[in-house]
């Protein structure tokens, strides 16, 4: 008679967890749903991070940010026609910190 035992492990990464303080700080991209709109629309805007206790902090050279954390509506004011830069600084609890910019054209 053969026997075969087959042994698996599960082990989930603690750098998923943000509550670790051993995660590193990693800011990967900042992304528009779109890069164009017209005036008075909106669109969302992402910014991908992962660390420990993670904040963010928004601005726009025209324009409004709805929300907060990282995913915010960014809301075309109707007379700011023009390459608008959106700025995303995101910070973890450790003191580390990095910023990112995308720009939407409204028309």
């Known amino acids: 008679m053969l026997l075969f035992l087959t042994f698996s492990f599960c082990s989930k ?3 998923d967890n943000p509550e670790d ?4 700080f990693i800011y990967t991209s900042l992304t528009a749903e779109k890069d164009t709109i017209e005036s008075g629309q909106t669109t969302k805007v ?4 992962s660390g420990y ?3 963010f902090r928004w601005s726009a050279t ?3 940010i ?13 007379c700011q026609a023009g390459k608008n ?23």
């Open 13 to 15: 990464d603690d750098n």
């Open 21 to 24: 303080p051993d995660q590193p």
């Open 46 to 49: 992402t910014a991908a991070a």
């Open 53 to 55: 206790k993670l904040s």
């Open 62 to 64: 025209a324009g409004d």
């Open 66 to 78: 709805l929300g907060t954390g990282s995913q915010v509506i960014y809301a075309a004011s109707p």
């Open 85 to 107: 830069k959106i700025t995303c600084t995101a910070s973890d609890g450790k003191g580390n910190s990095g910023s990112k910019e995308v720009f939407i054209v409204v028309r």
